[in-house]
């Protein structure tokens, strides 16, 4: 079993930046396809930015450009680095680590963007 902890969320203003972390309890993450994904009340669970282990990445369009997903295998960490964010992107953002048919979820950290 593996376990993700989130940390570095908080409110910012618009504008502002913040970096996630997520922390894995077994280095063995570094096989896995890391993710963020978020989820805003009222709405579904979405994808935020994903990384491979070879490093490849993917993020959802209103992130792009803005966003960046990284890894650091030695540390079985993974940060999302958050700069201009907007007050839509408030949400609480959880970590995930995805090696079918495993899949872990993180408890999730609250951002909240003021305008």
């Known amino acids: 079993q593996v376990r993700l902890v989130e940390s570095g969320g908080g409110l910012v203003q618009a504008g502002g930046s913040l970096r996630l972390s997520c922390a894995a309890s077994?280095?063995?993450?570094?096989?896995?396809?890391m993710g963020w994904y978020r989820q805003a009340p009222g709405k579904q669970r979405e994808l935020v930015a994903t990384i491979t282990s070879h490093g490849s990445t993917i993020y959802t369009d209103p992130v792009k450009g803005r966003f960046t997903i990284s890894r650091d295998s030695a540390k079985n960490t993974v940060y999302l680095q958050m700069n201009s964010l907007k007050p839509e992107d408030t949400a609480v953002y959880y970590c995930n680590a995805h090696l079918a048919p495993l899949r872990y979820w993180g408890q999730g950290t609250q951002v909240t963007v003021s305008s």
């Open positions: 077994e280095r063995t993450i570094s096989s896995f396809t």
